[in-house]
């Protein structure tokens, strides 16, 4: 006769998951090699976005100096004070779309909340939005997206059952 505990999925027990860690880097702290393993899967994205941010600040800064030599009124002036602005503007945008997917903001889209907090002003002096007065204003961006919970053929309608009393129904016209 099999042992009744054969069935039986390890780590689960009646009380809870007590041993279910906490966050993804709890697991990775129990085990070295699979920490080692992820550091180097991401290290070649972590230093692409390093890399990425050093250029973008370098640029920023090339800007600004050159357009304290230009000379007050010029076109090179005007473009380039153009040029920092919609730098700026990009800079705050990543900055906004960054924060709108973390856990706790729930931002469902993060480009139409984007909108309209440029188009409210819904950012403090520093540039931080301003999320308590976006939930408030356009609640409907923001929760956890669900989707579809049929598991049909991609669509809302619920799958179709092939039991018997189902296919008498159909033949019936039911």
């Known amino acids: 006769m099999p042992d009744e505990n054969?069935?039986?999925?390890?780590?689960?027990?009646?009380?809870?998951?007590?041993?279910?860690?906490?966050?993804?880097?709890?697991?990775?702290?129990?085990?070295?090699?699979?920490?080692?393993?992820?550091e180097q899967h991401t290290a070649g994205l972590l230093n692409t976005v390093k890399a990425t941010r050093d250029e973008r600040d370098g640029l920023k800064n090339q800007v600004k100096e050159l357009l304290t030599k230009s000379e007050k009124g010029s076109e090179n002036e005007k473009a380039l004070t153009e040029t920092l602005l919609k730098l700026e503007a990009t800079e705050r945008r990543a900055t906004f779309v960054e924060e709108a997917v973390k856990p706790g903001i729930d931002c469902r889209n993060p480009k139409a909340a984007y909108a309209y907090a440029v188009t409210v002003d819904a950012f403090d002096k520093r540039g931080n939005p301003d999320w308590s007065l976006l939930k408030k204003e356009i609640p409907e961006l923001f929760g956890k997206s669900s989707p579809p919970a049929h598991g049909g053929s991609g669509t809302d309608s619920p799958p179709e059952t092939n039991d018997i009393n189902s296919m008498i129904r159909r033949a019936a016209g039911r």
Request: aromatic share 6%; glycine share 4%.
């Open 6 to 38: 054969q069935n039986q999925v390890p780590n689960q027990q009646d009380d809870g998951n007590k041993d279910a860690p906490a966050s993804f880097e709890a697991i990775l702290e129990k085990d070295p090699k699979l920490k080692e393993l992820y």
